[in-house]
């Protein structure tokens, strides 16, 4: 079983950053593909950014292309820094995770999903 935490969601002002970060728990002897993925009120859940398992390959939504990178240090903790953030940014950020997955930004593509972490932008 795997289990995805995150952490770092808070309220915070249109131009300023914020850090969120995914602990992945469970079976971590094998390597995983994590994504973002985001869901607004009233909105499907959208890609937001991946990397792959290897960590040598990065993907982005054109929303956040410049503004967002995703990292990860090890197999457990994938982190993902937002800057310049915008209202339209406001949303639950959730974590995903596919062992040896090939980064995609298709939500059914992912196994294991973290409980979300609310990200807020105010104007």
């Known amino acids: 079983q795997v289990q995805l935490v995150e952490s770092g969601g808070r309220l915070v002002q249109a131009g300023g950053s914020l850090r969120l970060s995914c602990t992945v728990s469970?079976?971590?002897?094998?390597?995983?593909?994590m994504g973002w993925f985001r869901q607004a009120p009233g909105k499907e859940r959208e890609f937001v950014a991946a990397?792959?398992?290897?960590?040598?390959?990065t993907y982005y939504a054109n929303s956040v292309k410049g503004r967002f990178t995703i990292s990860r240090d090890n197999v457990k903790n994938t982190d993902l820094q937002m800057n310049s953030l915008k209202p339209e940014d406001t949303a639950v950020y959730y974590c995903?995770?596919?062992?040896?997955?090939?980064?995609?930004?298709?939500?059914?593509?992912?196994?294991?999903w973290g409980q979300g972490t609310q990200v807020t932008v105010s104007s």
């Open positions: 990397i792959s398992w290897s960590g040598g390959t």
């Open positions: 995903a995770a596919e062992a040896y997955g090939l980064g995609s930004g298709t939500a059914g593509s992912y196994s294991y």
């Open positions: 469970g079976r971590t002897s094998i390597s995983y593909t």
